[in-house]
């Protein structure tokens, strides 16, 4: 997907949970949830497959979904949780790991992406 601007993945946020995707697209590049306990952090993982793999996303102005970090519950609460996302990137690894040519391509990307999220945790 060589017209994917990096920026999109470093400028926008984490946001598949609101989110249409083609099955076929799905299916045709085997995109998983990392299993985790929980479902601690999935939507990073889920998040950038989708953006890195995609050939062409629409944003629309509206926002239809509200994204509630309030929960007592949520995995961004728990100290327990807190080294979570670090699997979720080491499933990321293992997924660049698998696809050299967006490796290579978006490997700057990925670890500014990193950065920002274990910033943000």
Not at 6 to 27: E, G, R, T, V
Not at 29 to 51: P, V
Request: aromatic share 20%; glycine share 2%.
């Amino acid at each position: 997907n060589s017209y994917l601007n990096p920026s999109i993945i470093i400028n926008s946020w984490n946001m598949n949970q609101s989110s249409l995707y083609k099955m076929d697209f799905i299916k045709k590049h085997d995109i998983r949830a990392n299993e985790t306990q929980g479902a601690s952090y999935q939507d990073i993982g889920l998040w950038f497959q989708i953006l890195s793999l995609a050939s062409s996303i629409y944003f629309y102005k509206e926002g239809f979904y509200f994204y509630r970090q309030d929960n007592e519950h949520a995995s961004v609460k728990s100290k327990d949780k807190i080294y979570c996302v670090c699997d979720e990137f080491e499933f990321l690894d293992k997924f660049l790991d698998k696809n050299l040519e967006l490796k290579s391509r978006l490997q700057d990307v990925f670890y500014c992406f990193k950065f920002k999220i274990y910033s943000w945790n």
